[in-house]
């Protein structure tokens, strides 16, 4: 079954079309700004003239110049409302979701950017900008940027989940969206509804907070009034996209398999992305419409009241469509998903821990316990207590928390005191430290364990380095997610169990997780730029003691912890 709509008109010509639609969007605003300023003057000089003998309202002149004033007034900050929705919206909504653009390093994103450009090509648009939001969620979604240029914008755990057929279809049907001008309209009403939600969200009234015992604290808030205001003006713009949305996501699925021809992959693209969905960083309602799956719709329905207030059609009613365009039955396209999922199981490298690796009978030495070459601290400084404390290693003395430039210092090996400054090697280590270069050229790229050769790999996918000796990685801070949102690897039995003697030792038991704290004390410095890692937890949910680079945003893992944090979140 072939979809009847074909592409008609100009990118542009639809473009200007929209523009000229959206004045229908200034026009509401303004009656609705002319209503709101005009009440609350209204009242206002309705209470100035119960004040003041004399003053009335409701004289000939004075009614004029209040209808006049409201009419500037009103027209001016609807229209300033509008230019800022059109011109800074999709740049504000980007940044609140912590969209970023592709790493061309990145083997995933690598493949994001070029089937943007094939599917682009093929639907005859001159730019498409992509973006990438770095959430485990599975989600796409298009927007209209301020020099009209459109963008896309997916999830990391879209392009980890999905094959490249099922990225095409997505793309395809974002594509569609940009092609038949709802992008444009879509990005207007949901900045706009995003401003009323944040006006809403300023004045809307706290509740009261108990305090101490006899004591009740008093509530703080906005003004009620501003409150209801923005609240029914944030309906009303929810209420204009889902009018212009339900409808258009049938129709823009329709549109996509005219580009890519391929109905079965969107099919299978949209029921991933409904069954896997959930919220994507800082999420806000008025966002929904611009979702190819809105992120609450666990219960989307097809009655009366869903068709109201859901900017999206349910799930198998999509699926159903795609599935006639085949054809194919819903379920056909669900065991498909099944299968896809199973293949890819199978088809996953088995790593294997360092300590299953080691030949002979001889253990594997822990990277926490390994003999290293100590360098020799020759460096005293007086707290501030004014006590000689030391010696320290040059690396250790930049790391004090109150060292500075000025701190007297003594050279123990060559029986010199004077400020840190005076000496050359700390002048150095300080310069080499802003720069993000290594204090100790000699420690450069090399295990902060075993100082073994750090070597570059891809690990899922991600650009790494690791020690070849003791199997640490050191991971950019900002890459992490892509790691653990990706499934190129699966684990051998050995590490599955460390895993959940993990969970068990560890994260169920706070005493031991204090004793692995204190394992993990050891100061260490980043193979990059020299300073000291400090221990962290990975996040309150996995408390994983990780060592972290505050300096230059660096990660280091000791042995098999990313893929122990890698398995405690897939077996979640």
């Given at each position: ?6 592409f ?13 639609k ?5 026009l ?14 209204f ?21 004029n ?50 089937t943007?450009?094939?599917?682009r ?34 999830t ?21 969206h ?6 444009f309209?879509?990005?207007?009403v ?6 009323f ?16 015992i006899?004591?009740v ?13 923005t609240s ?7 209420l204009?996209s889902?009018?212009?949305s ?17 109905p079965s992959?969107?099919?299978?693209a ?40 859901n ?36 088809a ?11 030949t ?10 390994a ?22 290693t040059?690396?250790?003395?930049l ?11 003594k ?8 400020t ?15 720069q ?17 050769l ?6 899922e ?21 892509r790691?653990?949102?990706r ?7 050995y ?17 031991g ?5 204190k394992?993990k004390?050891q100061?260490?410095?980043c ?13 309150y949910?996995?408390i994983?003691?990780?060592n ?10 000791d042995?098999?912890?990313l893929e ?9």
């Open positions: 079954m072939k979809p009847k709509r074909k008609t008109k100009d990118f542009y010509e639809i473009q200007r079309q929209q523009w000229q959206s004045l229908f969007l200034l509401i605003l303004f009656v609705f700004y002319f209503f709101l300023a005009g009440f609350v003057a009242v206002f000089l309705v209470s100035i003239g119960m004040l003041v003998p004399g003053f009335s309202l409701f004289t000939g002149g004075t009614w110049d209040f209808l006049l004033v409201n009419l500037i007034v009103s027209l001016s900050i609807a229209a300033f409302h509008f230019y800022d929705a059109r011109y800074h919206g999709a740049r504000f909504i980007r940044k609140r979701l912590s969209a970023e653009s592709p790493d061309t390093d990145d083997v995933y994103h690598k493949r994001f950017i070029n943007v450009d094939e599917m090509i093929a639907a005859g648009l001159p730019k498409v900008t992509p973006y990438i939001i770095s959430a485990f969620a599975i989600n796409s979604m298009a927007l209209m940027e301020a020099d009209k240029s459109p963008s896309i914008i997916v990391e755990g879209l392009l980890a989940e999905f094959t490249r057929e099922e990225l095409q279809a997505v793309i395809a049907h974002e594509l569609a940009i092609i038949r001008g709802d992008t309209y879509i990005t207007l949901c900045s706009l509804a995003n401003s939600e944040r006006l809403r969200q300023m004045s809307e009234p706290q509740e009261a907070t108990q305090g101490q006899g004591e604290q008093e509530s703080a808030g906005g003004n009620p009034l501003v409150y209801a205001a029914i003006s944030s309906v009303l713009m929810h204009l889902t009018l212009i339900r409808q258009r996501e049938l129709m823009a699925d329709a549109t996509a398999v005219e580009l890519n021809r391929n992959a969107l099919a299978r949209v029921y991933k992305a409904h069954v896997s969905n959930s919220f994507i960083g800082d999420f806000s309602l008025s966002y929904s419409p611009l979702f190819i799956v809105p992120p609450r719709s666990k219960n989307i329905s097809d009655g009366l009241l869903s068709r109201i207030f900017s999206h059609p349910p799930l198998m009613k999509r699926v159903r469509h795609l599935a006639e365009m085949v054809p194919a039955s819903p379920k056909k396209i669900i065991d498909d998903v099944l299968e896809i999922r199973k293949k890819r199981e199978k996953r490298f088995v790593l294997h821990s360092k300590e299953e690796t080691t002979g009978e001889k253990k594997a030495v822990d990277s926490r316990d003999v290293q070459p100590k360098e020799e601290g020759v460096w005293c400084v007086r707290n501030p207590k004014g006590k000689w404390i030391g010696p320290f040059l690396e250790k003395l790391s004090l928390r109150f060292f500075t430039s000025r701190i007297w210092t050279n123990i090996q060559e029986g010199i005191e004077a840190a400054g005076e000496f050359p090697q700390i002048r150095t280590g300080l310069r080499n430290l802003y993000k270069k290594p204090v100790n050229p000699k420690r450069y790229n090399k295990c902060p364990r075993c100082r073994t750090l070597i570059d790999i891809f690990y996918g991600v650009a790494i380095k690791s020690c070849p000796s003791c199997g640490g990685k050191l991971v950019d801070s900002a890459l992490i997610g790691i653990i949102a499934r190129e690897v699966a684990f051998s039995d590490l599955v169990e460390k895993a959940a003697g993990f969970r068990e030792n560890f994260l169920e038991n706070p005493a997780m204090r004793k692995i704290n394992e004390s100061d260490i410095y193979p990059l730029c020299g300073s000291r890692m400090q221990p962290r937890p990975f996040t949910h996995y994983v003691p990780i972290k680079c505050f300096w230059c945003h660096k990660t280091w893992f042995t098999d912890e122990v944090l890698q398995l405690l979140i897939e077996l979640r």
